[in-house]
């Protein structure tokens, strides 16, 4: 027998049952998202590979272990995206739209590809629904990026479950005095670090902030504090950004190991985690990238932005049951229909209803079948109401009009008078 055909690890069908809640979740932050007065930006899923060796940086888990990267039929080295910040950036330099200092406020949504170990809240293919702004580069736009989030949560319901943490990174200059000073000290001590540590003390040191193990994290707490080392303009930039958030009175912890798996970043970063999840409990993270537009080629143009796990979050509102019960219900009404003349007349009826009610959602009957087999589909679509054509009723001009979910008896309706009819009780109810 041939092997069955799988989709690949890490990879998800997302299946009709599930796609009510990610259409709510995504309709919603795009609502809020144009509120704001961001406007969507789409781009390719797949780039050049030297995209992301470029921003994200030589030597994060990203580039080095988890992208998908394949050559072309032209010999070209070409990578699934596996995040949108650097496609985002590549975008608005190749079409000059953040030229002479204009300012743009983007957002976007797709799948990204990292080749991780898939587990609860972590997958091979992801989504996200991403913001980056250009030139604006006050801490008023990092507080606005959290504040709209802050407003997100609120209107999904799950405020109490998030958590912001803050740091601030400084210049690019300032983080190289910082990490010097932890080389020095970390070099002097490096029999006591962990494998993992030991090599990124080499390539990447400040990742070993984040280390998971208890031993580097022991001595770490006599290390050097990034915040000793931040620059002016950087430590300014942080006070404005904390009061901002004081005064909209969103609560924050400052994390001062934050540092974040891609290289771009300077000043602000910020993750909003949740432990409703276990371990992948960042649902939104981001910061400031303000040397990234430069270092790839454009004139020096600042950049702010975040990403959020569509997965994480889908996860967190079924955890904490925060599925509102209108997107249950996908349809009003079912047409059952008896007989070819039923069917005939039931279908110009239909079509009818659906230019007079654009909003009505309207299931007709296909595959025949018996009194009982229609009435047990119209049940199980979920409508509120089926409609019922059989001879007696086409010999009347009138429809059956059912309730399924116990609003009253069933009554006959002429045909013309069941377009105010539906309004009354679906379209407006
Ligand atoms: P990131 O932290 O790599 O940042 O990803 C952002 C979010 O995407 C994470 O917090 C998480 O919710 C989700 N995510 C990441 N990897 C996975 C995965 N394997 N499975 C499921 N969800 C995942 C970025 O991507 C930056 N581009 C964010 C940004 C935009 N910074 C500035 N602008």
């Not at 998908?68 to 995040?83: I, K, Q, V």
Request: charged share 25%.
């Amino acid at each position: 027998m041939s092997k069955s055909l799988q989709a690949i690890r890490g990879m998800n069908d997302i299946l009709p049952e599930q796609t009510p809640l990610w259409r709510y979740f995504e309709g919603t932050v795009a609502g809020l998202l144009d509120n704001y007065g961001y406007r969507q930006i789409r781009m390719p899923i797949v780039e050049f590979t030297e995209l992301f060796k470029r921003s994200i940086g030589e030597v994060t888990d990203i580039v080095e272990k988890e992208m998908y990267t394949f050559a072309d039929r032209n010999g070209d080295s070409l990578t699934l995206r596996p995040e949108g910040t650097a496609a985002c950036v590549r975008a608005v330099l190749e079409h000059g739209i953040t030229g002479g200092g204009q300012v743009q406020k983007l957002w976007y949504i797709g799948p990204m590809f990292r080749h991780e170990r898939p587990q609860k809240g972590r997958y091979r293919q992801f989504h996200q629904i991403g913001v980056e702004v250009f030139n604006l580069d006050g801490p008023d736009i990092d507080a606005e990026l959290i504040v709209l989030t802050w407003r997100l949560w609120g209107q999904l319901g799950i405020r109490d479950a998030v958590k912001l943490e803050l740091n601030s990174l400084g210049s690019s200059e300032a983080r190289g005095r910082y990490r010097d000073a932890l080389v020095e000290f970390l070099s002097a001590r490096l029999d006591l670090l962990d494998e993992d540590s030991q090599r990124r003390l080499k390539t990447n040191p400040l990742r070993i902030l984040d280390s998971k193990s208890p031993d580097t994290q022991a001595l770490l707490a006599d290390a050097p504090k990034m915040a000793d080392y931040l620059d002016e303009e950087s430590r300014v930039h942080f006070e404005g950004l904390k009061a901002r958030l004081d005064a909209a009175g969103i609560p924050y912890v400052i994390n001062p190991k934050l540092v974040r798996g891609l290289d771009y970043y300077s000043k602000t970063v910020f993750e909003w985690i949740t432990d409703k999840l276990g371990a992948q409990g960042t649902v939104c993270a981001g910061g400031r990238y303000d040397g990234l537009v430069e270092q790839m080629g454009g004139k020096p143009t600042t950049g702010v932005g975040f990403a959020m796990g569509i997965e994480r979050l889908i996860l967190l509102l079924e955890t904490l049951e925060q599925i509102p019960e209108s997107i249950a219900r996908q349809i009003d009404v079912y047409l059952c229909a008896f007989g070819e003349q039923a069917e005939l007349a039931g279908l110009a009826l239909t079509e009818r209803l659906r230019d007079q009610l654009p909003g009505l959602r309207l299931q007709v009957n296909a595959g025949a079948g018996s009194f009982k087999s229609q009435f047990k589909k119209a049940d199980k679509s979920g409508a509120l109401y089926a409609l019922i054509l059989g001879d007696d009723e086409l010999a009347q001009q009138v429809v059956g009009f059912k309730p399924l979910r116990g609003q009253g008896e069933q009554q006959n309706i002429a045909f013309d008078a069941l377009a105010e009819h539906l309004a009354a009780c679906v379209v407006q109810g």
